[in-house]
């Protein structure tokens, strides 16, 4: 290949390379999403890992003692049967990136926490709340994209309830020595295309009325979809791992 490069530059500060080193290895080309409308989903990027092509559950199980899932899935979606409880992925995730896309019913039922109410735990155990937040006040810590009991959204960036929008979240996972917690778990998170949160610390696994703190779990876990009575869709989900993604 053509010397592209240099090789007689001064060395970046802190790092092995040169500047412009012509050694330094090259990204992987990656083929990127194309976008979702309303009528259908877009496609994931090349080297993405998908959970949910919109045809069938086999990459799921019940979260409550594992065997088939509930849910229904038609028409490119999959839908909360309630009663039939949360599920989550056979996959295991630690640091990811995760796109994923939901609809709250399209007809309008309950208010505040009883209206299109679901939520994504990130490792079976941290909820971002799923909630029709459409002119539906609630709680803050409890809106449309928040770390549910911990932190609201930095704002409200809900379409219309029945309409498809998006999640797009970046998650680093905690770590743990032993008993002892090195570094908390941090999300960013962006709803339709909008900053929800950028890089933000959790306190520990998500509780309802009380507050949190972290205990010891492995490195990777589920992605878990709750079902909280409510006819909430899902379609369109992948991941992409980033442990394979150090450019350092
Ligand atoms: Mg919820």
């Known amino acids: 290949m053509a010397t592209l490069g240099y090789d007689e530059t001064c060395y970046i500060s802190g790092s092995k390379w040169r500047v412009h080193d012509d050694a330094r290895p090259q990204p992987r080309v990656v083929t990127p999403p ?11 990027p090349s080297d993405a890992v998908v959970l ?3 045809t069938d559950l086999s990459g799921w199980e019940k979260h409550d003692g594992g065997g088939a899932p509930g849910w229904k899935v038609e028409d490119g979606y999959m839908e909360v049967v309630p009663e039939s409880g949360d599920i989550r992925t056979k996959a295991q995730l630690g640091d990811c990136q995760i796109h994923l896309e939901w609809a709250a019913p399209g007809e309008v039922a309950g208010d505040s926490q009883g209206r299109g109410n679901s939520g994504v735990f990130l490792m079976g155990r941290y909820e971002i709340q799923v909630l029709d937040c459409y002119e539906n006040p609630t709680y803050a810590d ?17 379409r219309p309830p029945g309409q498809w929008q998006t999640y797009d979240i970046i998650w680093t996972a ?15 998170l962006l709803h339709n295309g909008v900053l929800l949160h950028h890089d933000k610390a959790l306190l520990g696994p998500t509780k309802h009325k009380v507050t949190t703190h972290y205990a010891p779990h492995p490195a990777a876990g589920p992605l878990r979809l709750q079902d909280h009575g409510d006819l909430v869709r899902y379609r369109n989900i992948w991941y992409r791992p980033l442990s394979d993604y150090d450019a350092s």
């Open 34 to 44: 194309t976008a979702s409308t309303q009528e259908a989903p877009g496609a994931a």
């Open 52 to 54: 949910f092509d919109g």
């Open 142 to 158: 409890g809106l449309t994209g928040g770390l549910y009991g911990q932190c609201p959204p930095l704002v409200n960036a809900c």
């Open 174 to 188: 905690p770590r743990f020595e032993g008993d002892t917690l090195l570094r908390p778990a941090r999300v960013t």
